[in-house]
């Protein structure tokens, strides 16, 4: 890696988004809205006393979500139009190492996951009244280094996808088995045996229960600090597998 | 001195098909030598050989003293695709200052590369709102910017307006007079003119590999395109008997 490509390829990748102000409007206003319909469809709804209030407990996973799906879909379509329009061939012409891509890709739209739950997190705290025992900030780190997770999926995954159509079909293969199985529908440890097990090897299921820490402890606790760690590490993981697909030589 | 390029029995299969017959070639440095050929004769495949970015199945190609691929060349070799390769969704100004970056360059030699392919008045617009040729020529762009020994370009003046093909023929012989060699491959025959040296390919064989000068000689015909027809056919009747015998 070099820091110089490195950097230039992160600014690029921020630039192109920059010119996309749909993109960037619809990054930051989605988030808000869907919070506000899960605020509504719960706010009438009695709380149990000594639990959290429904919406804490989903808007506080939902934080983490947002940036998981989002940026999943958004490097994936980037990415296999970097291969499609040839400038993936052309870049790998060049000095540009294959981890200054990948890296430049993760630290990017990792940057602008950070944005979209920092917003996301201000409209739940503070037009919703999202009340988790811990800090936001600790919201927004475990939120941030999901961005990077999906990413870094989101890469490893437009290795097998020659189309947009086969891109966004990995959607819900990747994601929405990470969703069903992470602990918000059914609590993990009152899943079936097998289940549990699926869940366990799912790297979502150990963000919502970092944020589910957050949630319920003032301080950052050690759990919480190993789930970001085990998120951390498949990040680096799928990382390492990308860039073992990205072959300089084709046929 | 040592060839730019030297290309030994090179045989490339795509998708199950051969596509490269046992190519044999060389180009010299500090030159022009222009890949001329119909669509799908292997122009393409081969320039990818040369960049170091196709696989192939046997043969060697030497660039520059290196095997082709070899990472320091990633340095010293710009690769223009046939198709534009920049990005659509950044300005012209954005894609040159992009590529300049990965070679060490700055913004001044981004801009300057930008002025030279004749798009200075366009370098604030995306590239995703200009037309076919000045896209290319955006393309082209970042292919020049980084100075490299050797450029490889691919159909640079496809859908250029004459007098900026002429200009950028012009620069093409500006550059290799200062030392750079280029491969610039064309469909379009009337460029064959415009090189210092000819490499004919058809349906994956080298046909010639000579100056214009003496393509003409050989043929006794003036018209580039005449003489290629002749040399085609010529190597058609070859190939008959060979198979006849």
């Known amino acids: 890696m070099n820091p110089r490509i490195l950097a230039a390829t992160t600014g690029r990748i921020l630039r192109q988004l920059r010119h996309d102000r749909r993109t960037v409007a619809l990054l930051l206003i989605v988030p808000a809205v869907l919070l506000a319909l899960v605020y509504y469809m719960f706010v009438d709804q009695p709380t149990p006393p000594g639990r959290p209030s429904t919406f804490d407990r989903i808007a506080l996973v939902m934080l983490g979500f947002f940036p998981f799906i989002i940026m999943f879909l958004v490097t994936s379509i980037a990415m296999l139009r970097e291969r499609t329009t040839g400038t993936l061939e052309r870049l790998l012409t060049t000095p540009l190492g294959k981890l200054d891509l990948l890296f430049g890709y993760g630290i990017a739209f990792g940057l602008a996951g950070v944005v979209q739950a920092t917003v996301a997190s201000a409209v739940a705290y503070w037009l919703f009244d999202l009340d988790t025992a811990g800090s936001s900030g600790l919201v927004i780190l475990v939120a941030a280094v999901n961005a990077v997770l999906a990413v870094a999926l989101g890469l490893f995954c437009s290795a097998f996808a020659r189309t947009e159509f086969q891109a966004v079909q990995f959607m819900p293969v990747v994601v929405a088995p990470q969703l069903l199985l992470c602990g918000l529908f059914v609590p993990r440890d009152e899943m079936a045996g097998w289940l549990q097990a699926v869940s366990d090897a799912l790297p979502l299921s150990y963000a919502v229960e970092a944020l589910q820490e957050v949630g319920a402890h003032a301080e950052p606790t050690g759990t919480m600090w190993r789930d970001l760690a085990i998120v951390g590490g498949a990040a680096v993981l799928a990382l390492v597998l990308a860039a073992a697909t990205l072959r300089r030589r084709s046929g | 001195m040592e060839d730019a390029i030297a290309v030994r029995d090179l045989v490339v299969d795509r998708g199950g098909r051969r596509v490269l017959h046992g190519i044999d070639a060389t180009v010299p440095r500090g030159a022009v030598t222009g890949l001329l050929g119909p669509s799908g004769s292997g122009k393409t495949t081969l320039m990818r050989a040369v960049v170091g970015v196709q696989v192939v199945t046997s043969g060697s190609v030497t660039v520059l003293g290196r095997p082709a691929g070899a990472p320091e060349l990633r340095r010293r070799v710009g690769y223009l695709t046939q198709a534009p390769s920049v990005y659509v969704d950044l300005t012209v100004r954005e894609n040159a200052r992009y590529f300049a970056a990965l070679h060490g360059r700055g913004a001044a030699d ?8 004749g798009l200075s008045g366009a370098a604030t617009q995306l590239v995703g709102t200009l037309s076919g040729g000045q896209r290319s020529r955006a393309s082209l762009a970042c ?88 040399m085609i056919r010529a190597s058609e009747a070859g190939t008959a008997r060979q198979e006849a015998s």
Do not use: K, N, Y
């Open chain 2, 110 to 117: 981004a801009d300057r590369a930008v002025a030279d392919v």
């Open chain 2, 143 to 230: 292919a020049l910017v980084g100075e490299p020994e050797l450029l490889v370009l691919d159909e640079p003046t496809v859908g250029q307006d004459p007098v900026l093909r002429a200009e950028l023929w012009a620069r093409f012989h500006a550059m290799a007079a200062a030392g750079t060699t280029l491969l610039v491959s064309s469909h379009v025959m009337d460029e064959a003119a415009r090189c210092d040296r000819l490499l004919l390919i058809r349906e994956g064989r080298l046909i010639a590999d000579d100056t214009p000068d003496a393509v003409r000689r050989a043929t006794g015909v003036d018209d580039l395109e005449e003489a290629f027809l002749r």
